[in-house]
């Protein structure tokens, strides 16, 4: 819009039926309530937020528990900026450190210490819980597999990624 309100462009508007409201606002509540509803139970029983989980819980699975930060983003599916300031507090707290990447310099690997493998290995349970009682569980396979293929069609890169 100008400072007029007028329109800058000539594309027209096209309004949401019905069916597409409804998946419009369906997915947009799940984008803004799941991840809170996901975080409480980690923040209330392991302190930790849900991004600080999943970025643990990558760590743990990578091979010799170490990741390039840019690949490490993307799988928590943040920015590099916040995944720096998320990393930053975790080698606060003695669960990660970072070294560079004896392969190739410019890049810095993210390495899970013991530390921080015990607490993802604690969270772990209460996580899952929360991903079956919440998603998994209400959904049965098909829904699964579309909610999954959906997921795919949808995926955003962060800008610092691209």
């Given at each position: ?73 993307f799988l928590a599916s ?84 691209d």
């Amino acid at each position: 819009m100008s400072s007029t309100g007028e329109r800058q462009d000539d594309e027209e508007v096209r309004w949401l039926d019905e069916q597409e409201k409804a998946a419009w606002t369906g997915l947009i509540s799940l984008v803004l309530l799941l991840p809170g509803k996901l975080e409480s139970p980690l923040r209330q029983e392991h302190g930790i937020t849900l991004f600080e989980y999943l970025v643990l819980s990558h760590l743990s699975e990578a091979p010799k528990r170490k990741l390039r930060m840019g690949e490490l983003a993307f799988l928590a599916s943040g920015s590099l900026s916040r995944l720096s300031n998320v990393i930053k507090r975790c080698e606060q707290r003695g669960w990660v450190v970072r070294t560079p990447d004896p392969a190739d310099g410019r890049y810095t690997l993210a390495e899970l210490t013991h530390a921080g493998f015990d607490v993802v290995h604690l969270a772990a349970p209460t996580h899952l819980r929360a991903v079956r009682r919440m998603v998994l569980d209400v959904l049965n396979t098909t829904d699964q597999k579309a909610l999954a293929r959906i997921a795919q069609k949808l995926r955003i890169v962060p800008d610092d990624l691209d």
